[in-house]
């Protein structure tokens, strides 16, 4: 009976995907035929001589920092106020509470951060300090919820030992759960730190600085050569952000 | 006492470490003209109010609605379609890529020749690349080489969403107890039957779970790539902010929660039945 | 006078019943050790006598308070006078020695000085001197994950030592070590209770052991107290009677006793 239900699963997703296809109309044929690939290639060839004038550079090396100061501080800020969210959500101060932090933090990760964003340029005008509002509302959300969860499972012995010898509720906190806690908060706030660089560098697109809005206005100019310069920035920063992570990780959240 | 006894090893290094701190702290603020202040400003509330205000009513004319539907409909075929063809390439390219089916990894305990590791790292890189460029930076090419529409949405996932699973796939391969594999690949089998009889088994639960959170994040990134003219939810949000039409854009957001709630159902559903 | 039990039952939520009717009264300065098959009650009753679980009957008064009829601020400061040795470190695996001993007094710190001992440990040489106590002093700076058992378990005796309490409850305190250390590690608390006037109130798996450091002995048996009795006084026929048919079940901390006769009828 199992098995049966299974097999009918599989065969739903892969009549899913066969009418994803043809709903869309997309025929992978077509895609792939000569005419199509020539027309791609030609457009992938004008990105093959990136433009690397000392004025394009400096002006990439500002969009640059701009984007990575927009991730780190919007990821700092959301772990702070991720953490003040996430004590009530993990049901610490009562069911009441629980349930109003746990709506907030649904509201904020459910609104994707381009739309934040929007909201942000309207609210704060353009430039990285909407971008950096944006990561920070949205990464809130999601960084609240993984706390919360995080809260959930650690082992309460070490804060009731505390709180059992006399130590008040904040102690027993910084004491007993906080240290076991520590390692799985950072491992979270540099996953979400990774994924934000890559959210900076695409704020820009509605007006919240950095990378972003260079790509955006060379793309629609057609300057494919500044364009490929910014694609490569980008890149850079994502591995040096990734990197930093990686090391970070093996430095302070493994044993 | 001697003076040994007062002085904490640890004082120094965090000492630096908080001093290291502070000093990015400062750039950092004056960089991304960091000011919370702007919130709570009377002009920018009033700003914000208005744009929220227009909101209600949320837009529900019969035509708008078939509308809405058809948006939502062709989002999650992005997604899914767009899935699709990154398992495609991320299969082969997980499978190429991971030590785990390394031959002379098993016969030096896990740790693959120097000719093995060189063999694997352009395809490593080829994974690492495609998955670290935005998904809306690919997004907006294929708008441009392809035009308007679904398509480069597709496309785009295609390409970012194969370079996620395939890494991650590889280092699910490799996280897991390689011993059963290497004895079948000692004892003569091949590569591929090695996995198929090896790992495979003790990682089909995770591989699903990721699959499937994937495809979930896939239908997120569906609507945000809307906004550069891929298709989908995201092209009518962009067009009704455009307006100012604050009731569509209120219908839309609605819409996208359930379509997330909707998505975030299937993948428990799935995760449970499967794993 | 000191610690008092009248007629306590406990219950856990499981169903399951710890204590039934328990009569103790224990005067301040004595040493006592509880014996008892797995199951008995012990750690029940510990638990009870340091006011962490509430009985369902009965009235416990711990160094003249009715703990239990008091409001929660002044429970909390008649706790910081109590001691309790539990049989799993409660210490977690990333903070350091000092750290983890220097805890031992939050309940008696001001505000200032607990968030400073977060950062930098504000008295070194008082945790050394009571991990020197138990022949720890040299890892005064290492986190608790790289200890053994029986190290994390000294220190956790020393937590409570440098908390200074005026009762001191050990629940189990040397599963985790081999017989020799155990016994040593017994004597250094029994003396440090004697020089400083502490009521000491130890559980313990082995009898030999307890015999030899303790000057009074309480049986526990499926949560009733079958004998208690000074330590010259208990013989082979109360031993039989106390853990007759004890099930094969080993104690949850896996450690062997010293060559221990206990006959089974």
């Known amino acids: ?75 700092l800020l959301a772990a702070v106020f991720g953490l003040v969210l996430a004590l009530p959500a993990a049901g610490r101060f009562g069911w009441l509470l629980q349930s109003a932090s746990r709506l907030v933090l649904n509201g904020l990760r459910a609104i994707p951060e381009l739309v934040w964003a929007a909201l942000m340029v309207l609210a704060a005008g353009l430039g990285p300090n ?75 697109f509605v007006g919240a600085g950095g990378l972003g809005q260079m790509l955006y206005v060379s793309l629609s100019l057609f300057q494919e050569a500044q364009a490929s310069t910014v694609i490569l920035a980008m890149l850079v920063l994502v591995f040096a952000v990734d990197g930093l992570s990686s090391w970070s990780r093996q430095r302070w959240v493994k044993a | 006492m001697l003076t040994r006894d007062t002085r904490d090893p640890a004082t120094l290094p965090r000492l630096l470490l908080s001093l290291l701190a502070l000093a990015l702290l400062w750039p950092g603020i004056h960089f991304s003209e960091l000011d919370l202040g702007v919130l709570l400003q009377a002009d920018s509330q009033s700003e914000m109010g208005r744009f929220v205000s227009a909101f209600w009513p949320p837009a529900h004319d019969e035509e708008f609605l078939q509308l809405l539907w058809q948006a939502t409909l ?37 740790r693959p020749s120097a000719l093995g590791r060189l063999l694997r790292w352009p395809v490593r890189g080829l994974l690492i690349f495609l998955r670290s460029v935005p998904e809306i930076v690919w997004a907006l090419l294929f708008v441009r080489a392809v035009g308007l529409g679904p398509t480069a949405g597709v496309l785009a996932i295609a390409i970012t969403y194969s370079g996620m699973l395939g890494k991650v796939y590889a280092e699910i391969f490799e996280s897991v107890d390689q011993r059963p594999a290497h004895s079948l690949l000692q004892a003569g089998s091949g590569r591929l039957a090695a996995f198929c009889y090896g790992i495979l088994p003790n990682v089909a639960a995770e591989l699903l779970s990721y699959t499937v959170y994937r495809w979930e994040c896939a239908i997120r990134a569906s609507v945000v790539m809307g906004f550069v003219g891929a298709g989908g939810l995201g092209q009518q949000i962009d067009l009704s902010l455009r307006m100012f039409a604050g009731g569509e854009v209120a219908s839309m957001l609605l819409t996208f929660f359930v379509l997330v709630l909707f998505a975030d159902q299937i993948s428990r559903l799935l995760r449970w039945r499967f794993a | 006078m000191t610690l008092h039990l009248n007629r306590v039952s406990l219950t856990h939520g499981n169903g399951v019943r710890a204590l039934h009717e328990v009569n103790l009264h224990i005067a301040a300065g004595e040493q006592v050790a509880i014996i008892g098959p797995s199951g008995a009650g012990k750690s029940s009753l510990l638990n009870v006598l340091a006011t ?73 040489p008082g945790a050394r001197a009571a991990l020197a106590k138990l022949d720890l002093g040299d890892k005064l700076f290492a986190q608790c994950q790289q200890l053994s058992g029986g190290q994390l378990q000294r220190v956790g005796i020393a937590r409570v030592l440098y908390q200074a309490p005026e009762v001191l409850l050990a629940d189990e305190p040397v599963s985790a070590m081999d017989p020799v250390l155990a016994g040593h590690t017994l004597s250094i608390l029994c003396r440090h209770a004697r020089e400083h006037k502490v009521t000491l109130v130890a559980s313990l798996h082995a009898v030999d052991l307890a015999l030899a450091h303790f000057s009074r002995i309480i049986g526990l048996r499926e949560g009733q107290v079958l004998f208690d009795l000074p330590a010259s006084d208990v013989d082979h026929d109360l031993l039989d009677k106390l853990y007759a048919n004890e099930q094969l079940l080993s104690p949850p901390v896996p450690v062997a006793p010293l060559s221990l006769q206990i006959p089974r009828c």
């Open chain 1, 1 to 75: 009976m199992n098995r049966l239900i299974n097999l009918l699963l599989i065969l739903c997703i892969g009549a899913a995907v066969v009418a994803s296809f043809r709903y869309l109309g997309i025929d992978l044929g077509e895609l792939t035929g000569s005419g199509n690939l020539k027309q791609m290639g030609a457009y992938v060839l004008r990105f093959l001589s990136p433009d690397l004038s000392a004025g394009h550079l400096q002006a990439i090396g500002r969009g640059a920092v701009e984007t990575m100061a927009m991730s780190a501080l919007g990821t």
């Open chain 1, 130 to 204: 909407a971008g950096t509002l944006a990561l920070a509302m949205h990464t809130t959300g999601v960084l609240g919820r993984l706390f919360a969860e995080a809260l959930e499972n650690t082992p309460p012995q070490p804060a009731e030992a505390i709180r059992l010898q006399g130590g008040n509720v904040v102690w027993a906190f910084c004491y007993g759960t906080l240290p076991n806690l520590f390692p799985q908060l950072l491992a979270y706030i540099l996953y979400r730190w990774e994924n934000n660089i890559r959210m900076a560098s695409v704020l820009g």
């Open chain 2, 74 to 110: 062709q989002t999650l075929a992005i997604a899914t379609a767009g899935m699709a063809l990154a398992l495609m390439l991320a299969v082969p390219a997980s499978l190429l890529a991971s030590r785990a089916l390394s031959l002379s990894a098993a016969s030096r305990s896990g």
């Open chain 3, 52 to 124: 962490a679980l509430r009985p369902d009957n009965g009235a416990v008064e711990v160094l003249g308070e009715h703990a239990w009829q008091l409001g929660a601020h002044r429970r909390q400061q008649l706790r910081a006078r109590i001691g309790l040795v539990h049989q799993a470190p409660p210490l977690p695996p990333r903070q350091r020695v000092v750290t983890a001993v220097l805890a031992g007094k939050l309940g008696q710190w001001g505000f200032a000085k607990s968030l400073l001992s977060l950062l930098h440990p504000v008295d070194v």
